[in-house]
T-cell receptor, first 116, second 114 residues
């Protein structure tokens, strides 16, 4: 069973640019979440999508956005990049909670973004 | 608000030693889920265990064991007879019932030396 695939794995951007990261979940998983990992702030939740709808959002500025397609693939976009956006962006997929039971989240290897 | 504290920033042990990673959490939810993940140098988070708040039974899986104590809001993780391959960053995480919004601790770097 293929795991969660994130592209690109590494990228370098300059301040003011925008970036789009892609995530392909495990086949059959319809829930996709995004996390930002930095040395200073650790792992922080960005947003979660299920059936093309955003179900939950973390405490990030509007420059961070995402979407999910009908095949469950997801993209996140960061506009007007700042130096502080340099981070490892991790995507996780899961089956949706059933009767309130949270399932396992399976993570990809991440997209490492460097902003110069 | 929810919070997860992993007070141990870094632990170094010699191979075959037992090591315990501490995790203390705060939540007002009565139903919640706790997780442990391992992050090797490749970057992906590897799922180790999920425990719901109603199940306080300790769990053992091979060399890994987990001790969940609701009275002290702790969910500690022990590796018995550690191996070099156990070297990684370990994260404890918490989410309310039915949610996928994990709150992570800061992580504990485990270094196992041969």
């Amino acid at each position: 069973k293929a795991g969660v695939t994130q592209t690109p794995r590494y990228l370098i951007k300059t301040r003011g640019q925008q970036v789009t990261l892609s995530c392909s979940p495990i086949s059959g998983h319809r829930s996709v979440s995004w996390y930002q990992q930095t040395p200073g702030q650790g792992l922080q939740f960005l947003f979660e999508y299920f059936s093309e709808t955003q179900r939950n959002k973390g405490n990030f500025p509007g420059r961070f956005s995402g979407r999910q397609f009908s095949n469950s693939r997801s993209e996140m976009n960061v506009s007007t990049l700042e130096l502080g956006d340099s981070a490892l962006y991790l995507c996780a997929s899961s089956l949706p909670p059933i009767a309130g039971v949270t399932g396992e989240l399976f993570f990809g290897e991440g997209s490492r973004l460097t902003v110069l | 608000a929810q919070k997860v504290t992993q007070a141990q920033t870094e632990i170094s042990v010699v191979e075959k030693e037992d090591v315990t990673l501490d995790c203390v959490y705060e939540t007002r939810d009565t139903t919640y889920y706790l997780f442990w993940y391992k992050q090797p140098p490749s970057g992906e988070l590897v799922f180790l265990i999920r425990r719901n708040s109603f199940d306080e039974q300790n769990e053992i899986s091979g060399r890994y064991s987990w001790n969940f104590q609701k009275s002290t809001s702790s969910f500690n993780f022990t590796i018995t007879a550690s191996q070099v391959v156990d070297s990684a960053v370990y994260f404890c995480a918490l989410t309310p019932r039915g949610g996928n919004k994990l709150v992570f601790g800061a992580g504990t770097i485990l270094r196992v030396k041969s």
